[in-house]
């Protein structure tokens, strides 16, 4: 029999909590879990409910913007963090139903959509995805390539091969050089598929989400201060793409290379290719909306400005759908203070449905991650992250 807990009106957490504490409640059962996910639920409803109210505040100017980001950050944080207690509660009532019948038990020869982005989410004992250093080196070895990024060794450097960056244009050192990710490779396959659509998350380990990157432009791009825009609307296939800075407070940020002195010089530089390789649209695509997301979510200076253009002048031509609807709608949600049919709007022509989608929970879940994978490319950058002084240097985690 399935059990259904209903939260007493005008209980709340405490007598969740009372019910929790109780020595005759076996742990693990299915009324345990229950009871646990349901405290967690309700926690997070607070927090959602406080996060509403800095908003409120900060839209009113009761609370100056580095504060704002702040008090975001430890929401977040703490948001994030329940949300992965209460998956792991998930899978593990799952579990329970399975064993009782009371679900179809999932296994890789399973019949229906979406079954191996379910296995990585109910199954998976590890969300990592870490690559092991052959493949990684593969990886890199064949973006040099496909891009011909390589140059002779000079005479500063006569043991290295120098390496070009693809957004400056300059040939630099190949230890400060990265052929980097565009959609985080953390999120796997499973997750990209549900994404992207059929067979598309396949290519998140390819060339084709991939660029060559100076270290410094790496860390400008992972922390959301640029995007990379198509320059011609009516091209099909896109071919030619541009560099649009999003982060105000960076622009003046020192490079000090030959052909760019600062970040801002490379607003709307466009980018040279030496060969006919280039980045899939729909993985920057996948940039351009979660950078816009992270942009609005942390007030991120020039965030105004960047809206008001969008909406003004739609950056994206409409040659096909890159991501799913529902998912786009997920993402907004989890921001918490963007209006969906806003975002909609904005993106409606670059999205698709396919008649089917997971539950919501489910959907929920895959926004969390995409956020927190994002999170850790920022902290993983840490106080170099260019824009950011010491106090601010995670404004721009999810």
Not at 129 to 148: D, G, H, W
Not at 186 to 201: Q, V
Not at 256 to 278: P, W
Not at 289 to 315: A, D, H, I, S
């Amino acid at each position: 029999m399935i059990l259904i807990y209903a939260i007493p009106s005008g209980g709340g957490r405490q007598d969740l909590k009372r019910k929790l504490s109780d020595n005759a409640l076996e742990r693990g059962s299915k009324w345990c879990i229950q009871l646990q996910i349901d405290d967690i639920e309700l926690e997070r409803e607070e927090l959602v409910l406080d996060r509403d109210e800095i908003n409120w505040e900060a839209e009113r100017k009761m609370m100056d913007d580095r504060k704002y980001r702040a008090a975001r950050r430890t929401i977040n944080g703490r948001i994030v963090s329940l949300g992965d207690d209460l998956w792991q509660l998930k899978r593990g009532l799952r579990v329970i139903n399975e064993m009782d019948g009371k679900v179809a038990i999932l296994t890789p020869d399973s019949e229906g959509a979406f079954v191996s982005t379910l296995l990585h989410l109910y199954k998976d004992p590890t969300r990592s995805r870490k690559r092991s250093s052959a493949m990684q080196s593969e990886m890199r070895r064949s973006t040099i390539e496909a891009y011909n990024a390589t140059r002779p060794a000079t005479d500063d450097s006569p043991d290295k091969d120098w390496l070009r960056c693809q957004v400056t244009g300059e040939f630099f050192p190949d230890n400060s050089v990265k052929a980097a990710h565009i959609v985080p490779a953390s999120l796997g396959t499973e997750l990209a598929t549900y994404l992207f659509g059929a067979e598309k998350g396949t290519r998140l380990f390819s060339v084709d989400n991939c660029l060559i990157l100076h270290n410094d432009i790496e860390r400008a791009f992972d922390n959301g201060n640029f995007v990379i825009l198509p320059v011609d609307l009516t091209e099909t296939p896109i071919r030619t793409w541009r560099v649009a800075i999003v982060n105000d407070s960076c622009r003046n940020q020192g490079l000090y290379m030959k052909s760019v002195n600062t970040l801002g010089d490379l607003d709307g530089k466009e980018l040279v290719f030496q060969t006919q390789q280039r980045p899939a649209a729909r993985f920057l695509y996948y940039h351009f909306v979660v950078t816009l997301l992270r942009c609005r979510q942390y007030k991120q200076p020039g965030w105004e400005r960047v809206w008001t253009t969008l909406k003004t002048n739609r950056p994206w031509p409409t040659p096909g759908p890159y991501l799913r609807r529902s998912m786009l709608i997920a993402l907004a949600q989890a921001v918490g203070n963007v209006d969906e049919a806003e975002i909609e709007k904005l993106v409606e022509s670059n999205t698709f449905r396919d008649g089917r989608c997971l539950a919501k929970d489910e959907e929920d879940e895959i926004a969390r991650r995409v956020g927190e994978s994002h999170e850790e490319l920022v902290k993983a950058h840490g106080r170099q992250a260019l824009g950011l002084d010491e106090d601010d240097e995670e404004d721009e985690a999810w």
